[in-house]
């Protein structure tokens, strides 16, 4: 389920780091449903089911995405590091 997580929390981001331009748009993450990152240029959201027993096995390893968390690709690869953006498109270190 670790592979499972990660790729819940990558794909979410990926999901609004497609475009290169900075954005003040909020992302429209909804509950229940599940967005996966497959690899460079292969996203795909879907409805979770909503057993509970699955609800569980998901958070079992689940982890929470820290706040001023960047995303973004090199080379067809998604990373991720702490920081900030500026307006300008900018990378500080908090």
Known sequence: MPKVSKTLIFSAAFAVIATSAFSEAAWDLKAGMAYVYGGPGKM?????????????????????????????????????????????????VN
Do not use: I, Q
Request: glycine residues 6%; proline residues 6%.
């Open 44 to 92: 795909s959201a879907m409805a979770m089911a909503p057993a509970e027993k699955n609800h569980v096995s998901m958070m079992k390893n689940a982890k929470k995405v820290p706040a001023n968390t960047v995303f973004f690709m090199d080379n067809g690869t998604l990373y991720s590091t702490s920081g900030r953006l500026d307006p300008t498109g900018n990378f500080y």
